[in-house]
T-cell receptor
Framework: DAGVIQSPRHEVTEMGQEVTLRCKPI?????LFWYRQTMMRGLELLIY????????DSGMPEDRFSAKMPNASFSTLKIQPSEPRDSAVYFC???????????FGQGTRLTVV | AQSVTQLGSHVSVSEGALVLLRCNYS??????LFWYVQYPNQGLQLLLK??????LVKGINDFEAEFKKSETSFHLTKPSAHMSDAAEYFC???????????FGRGTSLIVHP
């Protein structure tokens, strides 16, 4: 298996633009997580899907952030409009059903100028 | 809810010295605990996991961790540090009732020649 695949690896955008981050989880995994990593706040959970359904989105910072999982093999995280404080590394992770380890993608480094 | 605390944001050791990275958990139910490693510009990779079987868990690259319920700890050790061990290390926990991994703030391991 190729592991969790995220695209793009790097994104530089101007403030106010829409940004879409993409994730393909490992086949057969039921859970999908989006995390944001910054020096100040460490790893923060943004949203958790189980069987394509959003279960916990309490970590989504504000209405500018939205996430979808239209099927078991694809998820998106959208920021509209983007702001400089959104600059961070965004990770997607997936895991099999149950309380087990999460498998991480390589991350998307987002810079908003 | 499960939470984990990593003591020390930075740990510095000499090459060949013992590595000890500390993690304490807080949970009302037996947790599932994990250690991950993150190399620069990469995602998190699983080092080892505790799932209530043996209390001493061995992982990759000679790392191991011991689950101590009386101390609510899951410290990571390695007998002899290599330069290649320099990275960020994260402790994570999952409670039996939740499938969401909760991460500590991370510990940066610095290895001096």
């Amino acid at each position: 298996d190729a592991g969790v695949i995220q695209s793009p690896r790097h994104e530089v955008t101007e403030m106010g633009q829409e940004v879409t981050l993409r994730c393909k989880p490992i086949s057969g995994h039921n859970s999908l997580f989006w995390y944001r990593q910054t020096m100040m706040r460490g790893l923060e959970l943004l949203i958790y899907f189980n069987n394509n359904v959003p279960i916990d989105d309490s970590g989504m910072p504000e209405d500018r952030f939205s996430a979808k999982m239209p099927n078991a093999s694809f998820s998106t995280l959208k920021i509209q409009p983007s702001e400089p404080r959104d600059s961070a590394v965004y990770f997607c992770a997936s895991s099999p059903q149950g309380p087990t380890e999460a498998f991480f993608g390589q991350g998307t480094r987002l810079t908003v100028v | 809810a499960q939470s984990v605390t990593q003591l020390g944001s930075h740990v510095s050791v000499s090459e060949g010295a013992l590595v000890l990275l500390r993690c304490n958990y807080s949970s009302s139910v037996p947790p599932y605990l994990f250690w991950y490693v993150q190399y620069p510009n990469q995602g998190l990779q699983l080092l080892l996991k505790y799932t209530s079987a043996a209390t001493l868990v061995k992982g990759i690259n000679d790392f191991e961790a011991e689950f101590k319920k009386s101390e609510t700890s899951f410290h990571l050790t390695k007998p002899s540090a290599h330069m290649s061990d320099a990275a960020e290390y994260f402790c994570a926990g999952v409670s039996g009732g939740s499938y969401i991994p909760t991460f500590g703030r991370g510990t940066s391991l610095i290895v001096h020649p």
